[in-house]
């Protein structure tokens, strides 16, 4: 055939790849043409001719593939980045690698500077076991983005001596939790920055409402996280679906609330109760840090956001204050070796007496020994994170002391669910403790107690799977709770 004849044929062999966008590169490198030639393999097949069991194993592994990779065009943006390499694919220097990825890969200016920011503090920073944990799928891309984002205002030398703890407290706990733990761990690792930080939070907070050309207001603003709970707390109950029917979404049922929050206060109404009690802001602390003027961590928010030590005292100067005597028992599953017993009896720390609601102890007691080391920055933050809300991670707490049970649950006995359950404790719920109603375990028709080792929150969609639906909720001595489902009860179990 002469060479200049056009070929019709339909050979993959000679056909062309259409041109990539922008002026990207159609083919890629040497080194990831095996990796695009997977992928394009693996584009070609039908996945709803696999097995059900294969489809959902194989969506497991790509989700942890994509996330190595994210971490590894991380690790090369980082040296692009150190190179000033940006631009280099077309001949030109381009003075901001951001605003090369904005153009290049149309990205938003936000998004590319937080790719930008996250590349620098885990493979030019002081986060590399970080980037390391990330590129072996250890940790996902969101939990590197918040250990880097979390810590960029802080020392580096402080960093890369909390990066341990930091990456114990990834590999546990999802992102929001982890981003609510890091806060929690600044104020030991560097109170002042903490502090500062409180206070640009404070600065910016504002809210702007703004008639619309269609008579509607648009609301938009920032609220501290103190007020922003007290919001919250106050939204809750009335932002409930009203029946099964109602077909209202969630920013639909929160504005109506919003509406009809401020009607009830111009009426002078008072608020619907929530979960037995009225609806409160919850902060807990532990009376230790309330009396010391000198101390950097406070207590936390119903939310698990934690608040300075001047914050808790200032709302204590009028706030309903309930005394519980707790113990820290570790939590199943993260136990640390010097906390190894789960008999139920006292550990380590001893007894503490809290206020406010009332929970964990914060602080750091300075005659504890530590195997860790003596007063290193790592031991210390170990010591913290022991003393993060279970929520969070950190050991449960088990009130030991409370006024005196009756057959309904009391304000004061919720109050004590809330410190020790921290919210739902049905297997595998987060709902908030706002969601939550006290639980029986042993009915109370039944002869079951209203006390403490009687009775757990539960939120109220698995309140009604218990009570309706013929779901068992088992506790064992040690607190742990199993939910035993209908077709595995007893024939004999009513």
Known sequence: MDSNTHSTSTDQSTRRPPEAPDGLASQPPDGLATLAAAVDQLAAQDPT????ATQADELLVLVGLVDRLDGLALQRLAVVDALGAAGAEQG???????GWLRARLRLGAGAAHSLVRTARA????????????????????????????????????????????????????????????????????DPDTAHAQAERRHAR?????????????????????????????????????????DERSGSQRRADALAELARRQLEGGRLPRSGGVRPQLLVTVDVDRLLDHHGSIGGELGGGEPLGAAACRRLACDGAVTRVLVTRHPDHGHQHPEHGHQDGSHDSHGSHDHDLGLGPD????????????????????????????????????????????TRVVTGAQRAALVVRDGGCRFPGCQRPPGWCEAHHLVHWLHGGPTDLANLVLVCRAHHRAVHEGGWRLQGDPEGRLAAIPPHRRPRSAA
């Open 49 to 52: 001719r696999l097995p059900a």
């Open 92 to 98: 030109v220097q381009v003075g901001s690698t951001a």
């Open 122 to 189: 885990l493979f030019r920073g002081p986060l590399a076991r970080t980037g390391q944990a990330l590129t072996n799928g250890e940790i996902t891309p969101a939990h590197a983005r918040v250990l880097a984002h979390t810590t960029h205002d802080l020392p580096a030398p402080l960093v890369a001596e909390a990066e341990p703890v930091l990456l114990e407290a990834a590999r546990r706990l999802d992102p929001p939790q982890l981003r609510r733990a890091v806060d929690h761990l600044r104020w030991v690792a």
């Open 205 to 245: 907070r504002g809210l702007w409402l703004s008639p619309t050309l269609e008579g509607m207001v648009a609301v938009d603003g920032l609220l501290e996280p103190e007020a922003g709970h007290t919001v919250l707390a106050a939204l809750e109950p009335l932002a409930r679906p009203a029946d099964a029917q």
């Open 362 to 405: 914060d602080g750091l007691d300075p005659d504890h020994h530590h195997p860790d080391g003596d007063g290193s920055l790592a031991a210390r933050l170990r010591q913290a994170a022991r003393l993060l809300p279970a929520i969070l991670g950190g050991a449960r707490s088990q009130p030991l002391d409370l006024s005196r049970t």
